[in-house]
């Protein structure tokens, strides 16, 4: 036994409260070591005289294995402490051998000696399951289907520029609006869509509005806050629920707090809201818009996003910061009645202040949604005080890898046990589930403008637990490289539009919202015959998903005549082909 590979933790991936009556408790070994795991758990206060001997009451329970990536196996179990507390070890069998796992590290207890009167030192701990612990998602952001707009490009009745323009740059005002989106809310809600993040829409001097200058006023490029309040109102009667981007980390170069710093330095009384390194504030050129030209590699004199002068970065320990932005969360929802934040660079926000946004938002509408735009895994800012969600990028990346035939069936069978296995059960339905955004290059010109191979990564994510997102076009084929190629206007004419692949994305979104082994975390993953198969199962009943990845001709493929077929290519032996099927 690869001793160094065993690892577990109380209170982390490993060990957290899934409801708040029962524990997943969850094992990481050596993939290639033959074991056998239980856990012996028990309450730590309840000792009785058993046999003459004053001993611990405790249940020994079998594990089972759940996951297996390159490295690691993980064996898990769910147990429902009687008292909500639990002491739990691990009883580690390889051949004859048994062990005890602890908090002390693996001891050889062949003697059968596993625990002392009173003394349950070598256990793991879980004090208690406390309900104020448990995460509190909104039911109504699982599972569900989101749609990303970005405005600028969405539509409008009178365009400022050809509508039909592709090669499009950040400063470009294409003049998409908001009464634009409501006219196209019937659209949307034809298409299956459930709830819709935009982008931001607050003034800002950009035209991707991440500068933002007044966080109370709607761009005047997109309308005004009478017509969000309309479009929120038509959302709402569709069943369509609304998420704005509140960008809480930094403001724009003009907003009034940072000017002020910026003309009365260090008298100004918003001095102590941003991170100043030196006086005075400003020491390059600025262009006649009151801007600052653009210095990539010079270093500024204040904290900002990245390192463009653009986006000083905000201090929200600051009481005057604070008090703002939570009075900007607040606002949107008490007047506007929107369901939900979507927070830029939530990994560089304290996590102090996102517990602080939380509260506010909870406080004004119980059922809030919470979003962070993390990249990474996230599992620190998903513990039930700060986010509901992330983007979840640790699915995203093994899909593009996969596609992109960066890594081939095994691997991807691998990266994806390993996204299940550190990704707790309880915060998995919610997760922002994506192909493609306005930060990254379009899922279609990734995989060479192939919408095969297109369909086949909205196949991959539809299947997963969580939420999935559709960016702006998608459904209709649209394609595009980075940022600004990837923002685009929303293509309209018909004649111009993927009407196969749409189709196909109504079909796949009405199995998302009816099916619910669409919903089931778990997947098993074969591979047999050069092709991927995916299969989850729920109450006597599975999903296959079958899928060709490759350029080649198929000679057979797996038998599917006990499934009922939900959706597959015209011809199923064909490349980057794919058969959906269920069996009851």
Known sequence: ?????????????????????????????????????????????????????????????????????????????????THKRTKYAFLIKEGDQTYLYGTQGIKLINDGILFKTYDLSHYFNFPYLNHEDVMDTPEWSKHMVWYQIFPDRFYTDAPKVDWQIEKVHNDLHMGGDLKGIRSKIPYLKSLGIQG??????????????????????????????????ALVESCH?????????????????????????????????????????????????????????????KKNRYETFGFTPMMPKWNTSNPIVEAYLL????????????????????????????????????????????????????????????????MNYDLSVPIWNFLEHQTNHQTFSEDMHRYLARTPKHVIDAMFNLVCSHDTIRIKKRLNDDPRRMKLAYLIMFIQAGSPNIYYGDEIGMTGFHDPDNRRPMIWDEKKQDLDMLEFMKQLIHLKQTNPLLNVSDINFEIEDDVLIMKKHLNQQSLILILNNSEQYLQQYPNTDEYDCLMQSKHVLDPYSYFLGVKQ
């Open 1 to 81: 036994m690869n001793k160094q590979a065993i690892y577990h933790q109380a209170k982390s991936h490993l060990s957290y409260a899934y409801d708040k009556d029962t524990l997943h408790i969850l094992i990481q070994s050596d993939k290639h070591d033959v074991l056998s795991i239980s856990l012996i758990h028990g309450d730590p206060f309840e000792w009785r005289d058993i046999e003459g001997t004053f001993s611990w009451v405790h249940q020994i329970s079998e594990m089972s294995k759940r996951y297996t990536d390159d490295l690691y196996t993980y064996y898990f179990l769910d147990i429902q402490p």
């Open 327 to 390: 009075d900007v969360v607040t606002y949107w929802i008490k007047e506007y009645d929107i369901d939900g934040w979507r927070l830029d660079v939530s990994n560089e926000v304290s996590h102090d202040f996102l517990r602080k946004i939380r509260i506010a938002s909870r406080n004004v509408k119980k059922d809030a949604f919470i979003l962070g735009e993390n990249w990474d895994s996230s599992l620190p800012w998903l513990q039930s005080d700060q986010m509901d969600a992330v």
């Open 237 to 297: 009667q569709h069943d369509i629920k609304v998420m704005l981007d509140g960008v809480f980390n930094h403001c724009g170069f003009l907003h009034p707090m940072f000017q002020d710093v910026v003309v009365n330095g260090p008298h100004s009384k918003y001095k102590d809201c941003f991170f100043i390194h030196e006086y005075p504030v400003v020491d390059f050129e600025l262009n006649a818009d009151g801007k600052p030209k653009r210095y990539p590699n």
């Open 196 to 229: 819709i993040y935009f982008t931001p829409i607050f003034y800002a001097s950009s035209m991707h509005k991440y500068d933002t200058i007044d966080y109370h006023t709607i761009d005047p490029q997109f309308g005004t806050n009478e017509d969000f309040k």
